[in-house]
């Protein structure tokens, strides 16, 4: 089992900047990518970003390329996904969750965290 927490969210203007949290415990850390992905009202959830277990391969939806990065630190057992640029359609509850494989495939991943929630005003 892994548990997965996330925090950082909140309230921010267009052009601001965030820096969102996934906290793990449990099976070892570097075993699992970990992947963002969000939900918007009204719509489906969909891949951000994802970064491998030793944190040397990357990946962006398109959407957020050059806007946003993904880092870990599998000491802390902490992924961060620093936004910035942030525009009104990034307005989203935020995820995260943990696999043993790389995919961009929400079904993937067998751990979740709760969310939190990322609101870009204009």
């Known amino acids: 089992q892994v548990q997965l927490v996330e925090s950082g969210g909140g309230l921010v203007q267009a052009g601001g900047s965030l820096r969102l949290s996934c906290a793990a415990s449990?099976?070892?850390?570097?075993?699992?990518?970990v992947a963002w992905f969000r939900q918007a009202p009204g719509k489906e959830r969909e891949f951000v970003a994802r970064?491998?277990?030793?944190?040397?391969?990357?990946r962006f939806a398109d959407s957020v390329k050059g806007r946003f990065t993904i880092s870990r630190d599998n000491a802390k057992s902490t992924v961060y996904l620093q936004m910035s640029s942030l525009k009104p359609e990034d307005t989203a509850v935020y995820y995260c969750?943990?696999?043993?494989?790389?995919?961009?495939?929400?079904?993937?991943?067998?751990?979740w965290g709760q969310g939190t929630q990322v609101t870009v005003s204009s």
């Open positions: 449990g099976r070892t850390f570097s075993d699992y990518a």
């Open positions: 970064v491998s277990g030793h944190g040397v391969y990357t």
């Open positions: 969750a943990a696999a043993r494989i790389n995919s961009n495939n929400a079904a993937e991943y067998d751990y």
